[in-house]
T-cell receptor
């Protein structure tokens, strides 16, 4: 079975700082990779996804992620964070061996101070 | 309309009660999911419905009983729950059950069992 690990449980940044959240997965076959964001009191929203092709994917709100197959990683980046980016971020993976079910990492709580 | 609507938003129930959670989507999606999210934990898959048929049951206790009356609706019937079942219950849908499709999540029902 696949698993996902996120390196940081809590990250605190000042506005305009750069962000990188780590995500590693373990699975030997083809994977589909996702980053979801959960703003306080709101539902999970998709930030970006990778299925195939260009390993550098761009998502909403200025986020991007890079799939590095050799490192089993899919790190999330943003060059300059804003206070409104305060939220919990989940990396998730699905595999092509079954249904579209997501295995989530434990999440990273990002707090951006103004 | 990219919404998945869940009702109620909050539910408090006793251990002898019977209640139901409801989920609705009008995106024409043919796969629907129930996830359970405990506090400070990632969502965990409970059930998958594909074309209104139960496809995956992740060894969920029988006190949780899912139902998919049509392609737009998904219910979760609750009976004789335990306090440890208190959690946020998330519904999601995707175009179909292929792994490389995006899942859309509802806001969840926050359930407290007393």
């Amino acid at each position: 079975a696949q698993s996902v690990s996120q390196h940081n449980h809590h990250v605190i940044l000042s506005e305009a700082a750069s962000l990188e959240l780590g995500c590693n997965y373990s699975y030997g076959g083809t994977v589909n990779l996702f980053w979801y964001v959960q703003y306080p009191g709101q539902h999970l929203q998709l930030l970006l996804k990778y299925f195939s092709g260009d390993p550098l994917v761009k998502g909403i709100k200025g986020f991007e992620a890079e799939f590095i197959k050799s490192k089993f990683s899919f790190n999330l980046r943003k060059p300059s964070v804003q206070w409104s980016d305060t939220a919990e971020y989940f990396c998730a993976v699905s595999t092509n061996s079954g249904y579209s079910t997501l295995t989530f990492g434990k999440g990273t709580m990002l707090l951006v101070s103004p | 309309d990219t919404e998945v609507t869940q009702t109620p938003k909050h539910l408090v129930m006793g251990m002898t009660n019977k209640k139901s959670l409801k989920c609705e989507q009008h995106m024409g999606h043919r796969a629907m999911y129930w996830y359970k999210q405990k506090a400070k934990k990632p969502p965990e898959l409970m059930f998958v419905y594909s074309y209104e048929k139960l496809s995956i049951n992740e060894s969920v206790p029988s006190r949780f009983s899912p139902e998919c009356p049509n392609s737009s609706l998904l219910n979760l019937h609750l009976h004789a729950l335990q306090p440890e079942d208190s959690a946020l219950y998330l519904c999601a849908s995707s175009q179909d059950s292929r792994a490389n499709t995006e899942a859309f999540f509802g806001q969840g029902t926050r359930l407290t069992v007393v």
